[in-house]
C-alpha cells in the first residue's frame, strides 16, 4: 500500500506541474493550429459567421494561378539564400576581430549589437528616412551617384535595401553566437597548430572553423526561420513596392488576409509557409548536425 500511494503522489505531482503548461500550449498553439487547417479549407471574408467549405480549391489555386504568390516565393528564396551567406560569413569575421585583444572590443561590441534591440519596423522607418533624404543630402556634399540611386523606388535597389537593413539590424545577434562559439576553443589547440607551423588562416580553417560547428547550426537555423517568414522591414521600409516587387511570402499573406479580406485563402498560404518552414528546417538540422559529428 506504501508503493502504491507513493505512485499516485508522484503521478499527481507530475500531472499538476505539467498540465498546466500543456494546457497553455495547447491553447496558444495546437487550438490555433487545427482552426488554421479548418479556415483553410473554406472561403471566408473573416466576418461572416459561418464560412463556406471548398476543399482543396484553395490550394489548388495558388499552386497553380497565383503570380503574386509564385512572384513573392521567389523572392523570399533569394533573399533568404543571400540573407544566410551573408549574414553568418560577416558575422563570423566581426566574431574573430572582436575576439581579439582590443581595447575597445566592449564597446564595439555592445555597438553592433544594440540595433538589434530596436524592432525591425523602426529600424524599416529610420532607414526609409536615410534612402529617401539622408542619401540626397550625402549626394550633394560628395556627388557620387551612388547615393543618387533612387534606393526604394526601383526594384533591385529595393531587393538590395531590404536585405542590407536587415543584415544591419540582426548582425549583431549571430556575432555574439559566434564570440561565444570562438571562446570555448580550447588555446592549446590554436598552439599545437602554431607549432605544426600554421598560419592564421589556416589555423582558423582547420581548427577554429570545425569546433565552431555548433554555433554555425544555430546561426543557420536561426537565418532561415527569420529569413523565410521576414515581414515587418518590408512593411515599414518599401510597403512591398515598388509594384510588388518585394513581396515576401508572409507579406503575401498580410495582404490577401488583412487587406482583401480573403481569410480562407491567407490561411491557406500560412499553412504552406509553416509546411515550408518545418520541412527546411528538418533537413537543415539534420544536415548540419551530422557534419557536427564528423567534425
Given amino acids: ?41 473554406t472561403k471566408w471574408n473573416g466576418i461572416s459567421k459561418h464560412p463556406k ?11 497553380s494561378g497565383d503570380a503574386n504568390f509564385a512572384n513573392a516565393s521567389w523572392f523570399t528564396i533569394k533573399y ?5 551567406v551573408l549574414i ?9 576581430i572582436l575576439d581579439m585583444k582590443l581595447k575597445s572590443k566592449n564597446w564595439l561590441r555592445a555597438a553592433f ?20 533624404q539622408g542619401f540626397e543630402s550625402f549626394y550633394d556634399i560628395t556627388g557620387w551617384d551612388i547615393f543618387k540611386l533612387s534606393w526604394l523606388g526601383e526594384p533591385g535597389p529595393a531587393f538590395v535595401s531590404v536585405l542590407l537593413v536587415s ?3 540582426s548582425i549583431g545577434f549571430y556575432m555574439v553566437i559566434y564570440i561565444a562559439g570562438l571562446q570555448s576553443v580550447p588555446d592549446d589547440l590554436k598552439e599545437a597548430a602554431t607549432v605544426d607551423g600554421a598560419g592564421p588562416f589556416r589555423r582558423f580553417f582547420s581548427v577554429t572553423l570545425p569546433l565552431l560547428a555548433p554555433s554555425v547550426t544555430i546561426s543557420v537555423f536561426m537565418a532561415l526561420t527569420n529569413s523565410i517568414k521576414v515581414f515587418d522591414v518590408i512593411l515599414s521600409l518599401t510597403a512591398g513596392g515598388p509594384g510588388g516587387t518585394t513581396y515576401s511570402v508572409a507579406f503575401d499573406i498580410y495582404r490577401d488576409t488583412f487587406q ?22 528538418v533537413i537543415q538540422l539534420t544536415i548540419f548536425k551530422r557534419r557536427e559529428v564528423e567534425a
Fill in 1 to 41: 500500500m506504501g508503493k502504491l500511494g507513493r505512485k499516485w503522489s508522484e503521478r499527481f505531482e507530475f500531472g499538476f506541474f505539467t498540465w498546466p503548461a500543456l494546457i497553455c500550449v495547447a491553447i496558444a498553439f495546437y487550438i490555433p493550429f487545427a482552426m488554421t487547417i479548418r479556415y483553410s479549407l
Fill in 53 to 63: 467549405f471548398i476543399g482543396l480549391d484553395n490550394f489548388k489555386q495558388i499552386f
Fill in 80 to 84: 533568404a539564400l543571400l540573407y544566410i
Fill in 88 to 96: 553568418n560569413v560577416l558575422a563570423i569575421v566581426l566574431a574573430v
Fill in 113 to 132: 549589437f544594440i540595433p538589434y534591440i530596436l524592432s525591425l519596423v523602426i529600424v524599416g522607418f529610420i532607414w526609409k528616412f536615410i534612402f529617401m
Fill in 167 to 169: 543584415i544591419w539590424q
Fill in 260 to 281: 482583401n479580406n480573403m481569410y480562407g485563402y491567407g490561411t491557406a498560404k500560412a499553412l504552406i509557409l509553416f509546411v515550408a518552414v518545418l520541412i527546411i528546417t
